[in-house]
């Protein structure tokens, strides 16, 4: 079974979304954390089973799908997607036994396994063909999610993101098609496997080409600055699961995917494009946490706040170098964790009030202690203090860039300083002061049911702060080996010098080894 | 020693967590003795570590990894050094004297148990800023301080002053702490680890611009932490925390942690004197400058804030000169008296139903008489008279300017001493002497619990004697920083300059006492002295945190409205619409062609054939004429 393990976590949670259906309402709450728990126990074991010394590919399976073209169905786990998965089936566990959402809930379940297959498939997925479909699936819950369990503007809001990130994925399909076709040309085979265009060497300007059209699906998703305006919209009007999930997992596959195919497919033109990404990620950083501060909103506060964290990830991805991508690979889990429980805080209180507006709050910490408590760690951590997940991420990715740049990783760095300012201000706001709104005066604290989703998040989120090695380790071989492929790949003499070579330590296992 | 070393630094863990535990019921008095027996449990561990330092040893322990990825290796690694040592018996013997009469001081406060959380939990986070033996760990306790600290500033969090301080204090904290970072960032590409020996044994081999730079960032760092010009405006504000809080953080440990890091890094501010010059040079005027505003303040806390300030930048000016272990020795005596006087002010507040104007106070001691006396005590040490504690740490400092020839440092920093005793007396004059101002707003006041002002004793008595450990504690610590004693070798001159200074700093005292001692009146701001321009500029505090308000904070927020509601909305956004809009009324626009009339179709086919044959015969030419 261990053979065909992913498999069994892609298809595991559709299966039984369809076998949903049969099952009456009043149990398909059960059915759903039975599910969502089994596939979540299935991916601890993948992670049980994963060697950690080794840096390539594990579990592979392969069956070919269209092999005129060699397309196949290829799957397989390194430390970077291995705990990108286990977040999603861990997020999707979490979302669906803290769900408080009345109106259709069995079809709301189904959706939310549906999603978690196709989350699966993206990050388990080698052949970029299986990669898009799984991309392009990825959509059309969320989309189902935000227009029919959403806010007002729901249909706005979902059809803006379906759009947007459609629109992205195309031309990104375009790079694909283009890449297989250079392929074919140098090898005179077909080939969508990502493994197999590791070994492509480009010239440096079809780099450049190919780098953009990815590059433009993948900024859509992340969301990069200027293509970030569909999130306000669809964090603002998606229901609390529907936010978590998009800022835990689907945030993630843009920069997962840099670090996937980008990176190791393009260095040249990694390089050559790396101080005008990092000038992007500025933005994200300052801009948005700039937004941030100016909302009223404490769901877009949080919503923004994504963006800008993401603007450290994108910046820590692109150090090209092993702290730095390292840093933004545990980054991407740990701003998954924290910006996830964030939005499941936002919804505790959602349920209760049913408003998010700031100015309705104030005094809160005395009226519902726990919930201030375990907001104020998620805050902490989402502000980045030493010990808690955040950090780390943060840490590492700013310390690798700055191998690159002295004058942009101290201008990224302002992220400590202006997200302390966003974060605390709409704390002071929410909880500090006395209870002026005669409505807050009786609110009830946290229940058990958002406590089974909130106390493993706030676990890990020390946890994995104190701790960060079982996770840290895998993720570092990986990347080791990515940087090292990166560096015999590169052409060109400033891509050679930029991208360190690691050969001389004796722990790598190179990409093509591997299998 | 490995359990010792365990014990100092966790016992205040468990004990935060312990209080945690009932940090949402109502009072337990429990949790307040439960933390303070472990904080005196930590205490009795590092007096054990001392004894061990003493003999000649240390103790160097790695718990476990924290974070490892590329080259990058950082251990969970403390060490107990002479240096840290030192700085564990201050932070535990305050920390527990504070612990035990906050039992009595927190006595009728609801949050009774949260206090006693934070409050351990800074402990906690202090052990491990000094224990630390790389830099990232001191990064953990430096930002760790910097949570209590704002969860205690913040601790009365109904009042809008106290939050808003709590948020100021964080952020402009974090604003230093990324200069920290940059440093640690520098470090480690140019020396390739973080741990203190292997850094302080490679610092020597790198450029020196490299190691300008480290220091530069290292010490901004600093200057958050220790509120240095022009990062202090937070510390005066934090003293809307409960007052243990004020003498345990915000005077005795945390804005030490400043001073601490540059004692630390020693090795790299020794290869670069220019960074040191200026260091010591900002300590001469922070010293000054946060004298002056003591001058006029009418709030007692904010005096002995301002006070603190002032000493801070004493000991700067020592470390900055390259004094290391005589700004320690002031960290350490500093720590004791300002604590008691901290906690003193406590006491007075306490009695007087949390006022703190000084001018509506006045002949407490009948009174309070312990409080009175204590605070006295605390204040002539303060103020440097010998014999007690402040005689010898801060005299030596004066020394230091002299002998190294900064006269303009030293002259500023002797009429900084004459300042300082002024103040400190201005405030204990107005509050124990002169008439009983405080009858006129009907205020009953009463001396403390016994067991608070038996807990403050150990303080005074260290306050006292302080001084007479200087031998041995300068035998334990030039072990490790550099031992240069500073001497006036000219016998004459040395003696001038100590009666002179003494002389100097006792007509200081005798002025505010004739001055203040049998005021009889609160001032209502219609007197002359209250409208001239020197003591408005002072009283307002050189207008400086209205500068900031209207300077960085007002156009920050507008600048992010307009970020959101302008560019965000109303361009990035409307961009994207735009593009949306312009496709589907293209589409709108276009589907008449379809609309299956045939005329209309027959007429878009005509159309059509012409721009194709248009097109193939200016292809057809353009072609013939590139291959002709």
């Known amino acids: 079974m261990i053979d065909h393990i992913l498999t069994l976590l892609i298809f595991f949670p559709a299966l039984a979304a369809m076998l949903g259906f049969v099952v009456t309402k009043d149990s398909?709450?059960?059915?759903?954390?039975?599910?969502?728990?089994?596939?979540?126990?299935?991916?601890?074991?993948?992670?049980?089973?994963?060697?950690?010394?080794?840096?390539?590919?594990?579990?592979?399976?392969?069956?070919?799908?269209?092999?005129?073209?060699?397309?196949?169905?290829?799957?397989?786990?390194?430390?970077?997607?291995?705990?990108?998965?286990?977040?999603?089936?861990?997020?999707?566990?979490?979302?669906?036994?803290?769900?408080?959402?009345?109106?259709?809930?069995?079809?709301?379940?189904?959706?939310?396994?549906?999603?978690?297959?196709?989350?699966?498939?993206?990050?388990?997925?080698?052949?970029?063909?299986?990669?898009?479909?799984?991309?392009?699936?990825?959509?059309?819950?969320?989309?189902?999610?935000?227009?029919?369990?959403?806010?007002?503007?729901?249909?706005?809001?979902?059809?803006?993101?379906?759009?947007?990130?459609?629109?992205?994925?195309?031309?990104?399909?375009?790079?694909?098609l283009f890449m297989a076709y250079f392929y074919n040309q140098a090898t005179g085979m077909w080939s969508f496997s990502i493994l197999e265009w590791y070994r492509l060497i480009l010239p440096e300007n079809f780099q450049l080409w190919l780098f953009a059209a990815f590059f433009i699906g993948f900024a859509i998703k992340v969301p990069m600055f200027p293509f970030h305006t569909w999130l306000p919209y669809a964090h603002g009007q998606a229901p609390t699961i529907g936010s978590v999930i998009l800022a835990a997992i689907l945030l993630k596959m843009g920069t997962y995917a840099f670090v996937r195919f980008s990176l190791p497919m393009f260095p040249d033109a990694s390089v050559y494009f790396m101080f005008p990404i990092a000038i992007i990620a500025i933005i994200m950083i300052i801009y948005t946490a700039m937004v941030a501060y100016a909302q009223e909103d404490i769901k877009q506060v949080v919503a923004y706040s994504s963006v800008s964290h993401m603007g450290v990830i994108i910046l820590g991805t692109f150090a090209l170098n092993v702290e730095g991508v390292s840093g933004s690979v545990f980054l991407m889990l740990a701003h998954g964790v924290v910006s996830g429980a964030l939005f499941l805080l936002v919804g505790v209180i959602y349920d209760r009030r049913h408003t998010k507006m700031m100015s309705e709050f104030g005094g809160i910490a005395s009226v519902m202690p726990r919930y201030a408590t375990i907001f104020g760690i998620m805050m902490m951590a989402s502000v980045g203090l030493p010990l808690t997940i955040n950090f780390v991420g943060e840490f590492l990715s700013l310390l690798g860039f700055y191998k690159q740049s002295h004058m942009i990783t101290l201008t990224a760095g302002v992220a400590i300083i202006v997200g302390a300012i966003y974060m605390l201000s709409a704390y002071k706001k929410m909880f500090f002061g006395t209870v002026t709104n005669e409505a807050n005066r009786n609110l009830k604290d946290v229940n058990r049911t958002e406590l089974l989703g909130l106390i493993p998040l706030v676990i890990v989120a020390i946890w994995l702060g104190v701790y960060p090695k079982p996770v840290l380790g895998p993720i570092n071989n990986s990347v080791e080996s990515i940087i090292q492929l990166m560096h015999d790949k590169a052409q060109s003499p400033e891509a050679k010098e930029r991208i360190p070579n690691l050969s001389d330590s004796s722990k790598i296992i190179s990409m093509q080894e591997a299998h | 020693m490995e359990l010792y070393l365990y014990i100092a630094l966790f016992a205040p863990l468990v004990g935060s967590l312990f209080s945690a535990l009932f940090g949402m019921s109502p009072k337990t008095n429990i949790t307040g003795y439960i933390a303070s027996g472990l904080l005196f449990t930590s205490f009795l561990s590092s007096l054990v570590l001392l004894n061990y330092v003493l003999g000649g040893h240390t103790v160097h322990v790695e718990l476990m990894t924290w974070m490892a990825t590329g080259d990058l290796y950082i251990p969970f690694g403390f060490v107990v050094d002479q240096v840290s040592v030192v700085m564990m018996m201050v932070v535990t013997i305050v920390s527990t004297v504070v612990h035990v009469y906050s039992v009595g001081y927190m006595d009728h406060d609801k949050g009774f148990n949260r206090f006693f959380s934070w409050l351990s939990a800074f402990v906690f986070s202090m052990m491990v800023l000094v224990m630390s033996d790389n830099f990232a760990g001191l990064f953990i306790g430096w930002e760790g301080v910097g949570l209590c600290s704002w969860g205690l500033i913040g601790f009365w969090y109904h009042k809008e002053s106290a939050t808003w301080a709590a948020n100021e204090a964080f952020i402009m904290n974090r604003i230093a702490d990324l200069g920290m970072l940059i440093g640690i960032f520098m470090i480690y590409w140019n020396v390739g680890s973080l741990q203190y020996d292997v850094v302080f044994a490679e610092i020597g081999n790198l450029p020196l611009v490299i190691t300008t730079w480290i220091g530069i960032f290292l010490f901004i760092g600093a200057m958050g932490k220790s509120a240095q010009f022009p990062l202090h405006t937070w510390l005066a504000d934090a003293m809307e925390g409960p007052t243990p809080v004020s003498a345990l953080i915000h005077a005795a440990t945390m804005v030490t942690a400043g001073v601490y890091l540059v004692v630390r890094a020693n090795p790299i501010y020794d290869l670069i004197p220019n960074v040191g010059i200026f260091i010591a040079s900002l300590g001469a005027f922070v010293a000054l400058f946060a004298a002056s505003m003591a001058l006029v303040n009418r709030d007692m806390k904010r005096i002995i804030a301002y006070s603190t300030l002032s000493q801070l930048g004493y000991m700067f000016v020592a470390a900055g000169l390259g004094a290391y272990w005589v700004a320690l020795f002031h960290l350490m005596a500093h720590a004791f008296f300002k604590a008691l006087l901290f906690l003193g002010a406590g006491n007075v507040m306490h009695a007087m139903h949390d006022e703190l104007d000084p001018f509506k106070m006045g002949g407490l001691r009948k009174v309070m008489k312990g409080t009175f006396i204590m605070m006295t005590l605390a204040s002539v040490?303060?103020?440097?008279?010998?014999?007690?504690?402040?005689?010898?740490?801060?005299?030596?400092?004066?020394?230091?300017?002299?002998?190294?020839?900064?006269?303009?440092?030293?002259?500023?920093?002797?009429?900084?001493?004459?300042?300082?005793?002024?103040?400190?007396?201005?405030?204990?004059?107005?509050?124990?002497?002169?008439?009983?101002?405080?009858?006129?707003?009907?205020?009953?006041?009463?001396?403390?619990?016994?067991?608070?002002?038996?807990?403050?004793?150990?303080?005074?008595?260290?306050?006292?004697?302080?001084?007479?450990?200087?031998?041995?504690?300068?035998?334990?610590?030039?072990?490790?920083?550099?031992?240069?004693?500073?001497?006036?070798?000219?016998e004459v001159t040395f003696w001038i300059m100590t009666i002179g200074t003494q002389l100097f700093v006792i007509s200081a005292i005798l002025f505010a006492y004739k001055k203040y001692s049998n005021w009889n009146s609160v001032p209502d701001g219609t007197s002359k002295m209250e409208n001239s321009f020197g003591y408005k500029l002072l009283w307002n505090q050189y207008y400086i945190p209205k500068f900031y308000e209207e300077v960085f904070s007002k156009p920050y927020l507008e600048l992010s409205k307009i970020a959101w509601k302008q560019i965000d909305l109303k361009i990035v956004d409307a961009t994207v619409d735009m593009i949306a809009n312009a496709i589907y009324k293209t589409g709108e626009n276009t589907r008449d062609i379809q609309n299956g009339n045939l005329s209309t179709m027959l007429r878009w086919m005509v159309f059509g054939l012409v721009v194709l044959l248009a097109l193939a015969v200016a292809f057809t030419v353009g072609y013939n004429a590139v291959s002709a």
């Open chain 1, 28 to 176: 398909m709450r059960a059915y759903g954390i039975a599910v969502s728990f089994i596939e979540f126990v299935l991916s601890l074991w993948l992670w049980y089973a994963y060697d950690p010394m080794v840096s390539g590919m594990q579990f592979m399976e392969s069956m070919p799908l269209i092999p005129a073209f060699g397309i196949n169905y290829l799957l397989g786990v390194d430390g970077i997607s291995l705990f990108i998965i286990i977040l999603s089936t861990f997020f999707t566990m979490i979302g669906i036994a803290s769900l408080t959402e009345k109106r259709h809930l069995k079809n709301l379940i189904i959706t939310l396994l549906f999603l978690e297959m196709t989350m699966v498939g993206v990050f388990a997925a080698l052949d970029a063909i299986v990669f898009y479909v799984f991309w392009e699936l990825s959509l059309v819950p969320m989309l189902y999610i935000i227009g029919a369990w959403g806010g007002p503007l729901r249909i706005y809001a979902s059809i803006k993101f379906f759009l947007y990130t459609f629109t992205g994925s195309l031309i990104m399909l375009v790079g694909m």
């Open chain 2, 381 to 490: 040490a303060l103020a440097g008279i010998y014999p007690f504690a402040g005689f010898f740490s801060k005299d030596l400092i004066l020394e230091v300017g002299f002998v190294e020839h900064h006269y303009i440092i030293y002259t500023v920093l002797l009429l900084t001493a004459g300042l300082t005793a002024f103040y400190s007396f201005r405030l204990v004059a107005l509050i124990f002497h002169g008439e009983e101002r405080y009858k006129l707003f009907g205020i009953h006041p009463h001396e403390a619990y016994k067991f608070m002002l038996v807990a403050m004793s150990p303080l005074l008595v260290l306050a006292i004697i302080a001084g007479s450990f200087k031998m041995t504690y300068y035998q334990l610590v030039t072990n490790l920083l550099p031992s240069t004693v500073y001497h006036v070798h000219n």
